[in-house]
């Protein structure tokens, strides 16, 4: 097990995932989303952005753009644990939504080509 994942294992409140306010690309927030923790991310996410993109269309993640709007973002979360647990069972269930993505794709590739 990664030092982040037991430290998003031992996190009570909401995540930051790191190097996304600046523009470094991103740590993948697929990991504490699948352990159903409330994720925040600044805007350079651009390592992961079929991730993001998923999270949030599905309501999974919340996005900030500055340090301000994070501060203000995790307090809202910590004033309101209803609101953060909804976030957190979202980006949960679009992770579980989308686990064996890869395996379905090769099925239908190879369905596709027997076909010939």
Do not use: W
Request: glycine residues 10%; aromatic residues 6%; contains cysteine.
């Amino acid at each position: 097990m990664g030092d982040l994942r037991k430290f998003y294992c031992l996190a009570s409140g909401p995540v930051f995932v790191g190097r996304t306010l600046a523009p470094m690309g991103g740590s993948d927030m697929m990991e504490p989303a699948a352990l159903g923790k409330c994720v925040i991310f600044g805007p350079h996410s651009f390592n992961f952005r079929q991730t993001v993109e998923a999270l949030l269309e599905g309501g999974g993640a919340l996005e900030v753009k500055d340090e301000r709007q994070l501060f203000d973002t995790i307090r809202r979360c910590l004033n309101e644990p209803d609101y953060a647990r909804r976030i957190a069972d979202k980006g949960r269930e679009v992770i579980r939504r989308n686990q064996g993505a890869t395996v379905r794709t090769v099925e239908a590739i190879e369905a596709l080509l027997t076909k010939r």
